[in-house]
């Protein structure tokens, strides 16, 4: 009947897009608020405190990434098989896919432990920053395991259609960080100020409370019931979900290699545009985290009527997503044009730091509305179980176009004119998005 239908093949698409994405997109916020916050509190410890997490970004990102990317395609292969009626299937690849999870955990807290300091090293021979990025690298790492449990639930949620309490879970998390941030940071309630090792705390010990709250609302989904202390591991569940989840990792990953070309390109000019540029990347987060909320709710929903072979559900809830995407990232650049001192005012920013701050992103956010078309389409080529596509998108938007026009662009015009590149990579990735799909949509042109 009816009525005992999974909400993602029934709900009229826009209400369903609408009510799978806006917890996302709340919770996406909070995390970018938590993202502001946490480098405010650092950057009022010491201004070399913010360089070191600038420099510590890319290889803590790396961990994201991995939980992320596998996660979805855990998500997208759930959906499917939910959407195809299979949910014994269904379970099997939940319980696959938290086997991978904790393979990739043991890998993470190995690099954490005895690669963070030579990779700090790439970039510094200060001592004190040296050490200061180090010991942050080393505790987010050595104790990444919350951090990827936590995502798994989330995703696991999500594809099973609930997205308000994903959103508890993200959200709670965030809320622990800010809470404890000060506490740690700073010394209060009786503790030592510890600065960037306590930032470090904070960071993990929130992320360990949502991973309880994570694993409480996994097993209490009513389509999911999976157990945490049991392994299982199915070949062709491993296989769909690496599938989709490989490319998902690459197309995250994407970004930590991109972050740390540039900044080798950026810190040639001055070591600040690398600071300015991380300073960027977090307050784009209040633009870009909503439309990656968008991209969280839209993936189950195709995935499902993908799986259900309705194609008319897939294509409005596709149109939908595409104007709302597009109405976020607009409006996010015209308030970035008009107030950009402002917000760079917020982390103590120097003289120097407003002034190479100013023009990096004003340029930067002309190419937000090319880049809402490319994470929104992402969804579909994840959804259709071609994630492939979308790491090939990402690589070169991010790789293939940007960073060598990162180079030629400072080489011909100095620091000012490097952030051209970002738009001119996002122009080819909207190129690339609207060939791919030409061909791809013959894949949901059901009989």
């Excluded at 938007?397 to 011909?412: C, E, H, N, T």
């Amino acid at each position: 009947m009816a009525e005992k239908e999974n909400k993602m093949g029934v709900m009229p698409v826009g209400k369903l897009l609408v009510s799978m994405s806006l917890p996302a997109m709340a919770s996406m916020l909070i995390l970018a608020f938590y993202n502001i916050v946490d480098s405010i509190f650092v950057a009022r410890s010491s201004e070399k405190a913010l360089t070191a997490v600038s420099l510590a970004f890319p290889l803590q990102s790396l961990i994201f990434s991995f939980a992320v990317g596998l996660s979805v395609g855990a998500c997208s292969a759930i959906s499917r098989r939910l959407g195809q009626k299979r949910e014994k299937d269904a379970l099997t690849a939940t319980e696959t896919g938290y086997a991978i999870i904790l393979v990739h955990i043991a890998v993470f807290v190995l690099i954490g432990l005895f690669l963070s300091g030579p990779f700090i090293g790439l970039y510094t021979k200060d001592p004190e920053l040296h050490a200061m990025g180090t010991t942050y690298l080393r505790i987010c790492m050595g104790l990444s395991f919350a951090i990827f449990i936590l995502t798994y639930c989330e995703k696991i949620l999500q594809g099973t259609g609930d997205t308000i309490r994903p959103m508890i879970i993200q959200a709670s998390g965030a809320i622990f960080n800010i809470i404890l941030d000060p506490i740690f940071i700073f010394g209060y309630l009786g503790l030592p100020a510890m600065g960037i090792t306590g930032a470090a705390v904070a960071t993990v010990l929130a992320q360990f409370l949502a991973m309880i709250m994570g694993i409480v609302c996994v097993k209490r989904n009513r389509y999911i019931a999976i157990r945490f202390t049991r392994l299982r591991f199915d070949r062709e569940s491993a296989k769909d979900i690496m599938t989709v989840g490989v490319p998902a990792v690459i197309m995250q990953g994407i970004g930590t290699v991109m972050t740390s070309l540039l900044n080798a390109i950026l810190i040639a000019y001055d070591v600040l545009a690398t600071t300015v540029y991380a300073v960027c990347f977090k307050l784009q987060s209040f633009v870009f985290m909503p439309v990656f909320g968008i991209n969280q709710g839209l993936l189950p929903i195709l995935g499902y009527n993908y799986g259900a072979r309705n194609r008319t559900r897939m294509v409005k809830a596709l149109k939908t997503a595409v104007i709302m995407a597009l109405f976020i990232m607009v409006t996010g650049t015209v308030l970035i044009q008009i107030i950009p001192d402002k917000l760079f005012s917020l982390f103590n920013a120097s003289d120097r730091m407003l002034e190479i701050g100013c023009v990096a992103f004003r340029i930067i956010s002309l190419s937000y509305p090319l880049a809402a078309v490319s994470i929104i389409f992402s969804a579909l080529f994840q959804a259709l179980g071609d994630g492939v596509v979308s790491m090939f998108v990402s690589i070169v938007r991010q790789i293939v176009f940007l960073i060598p026009a990162a180079w030629l662009l400072g080489k011909a015009g100095g620091l000012n004119t490097i952030w051209f590149s970002f738009l001119i990579a996002e122009v080819a990735g909207v190129l690339i998005t609207i060939y791919f799909f030409s061909k791809e949509n013959k894949k949901f042109t059901f009989k």
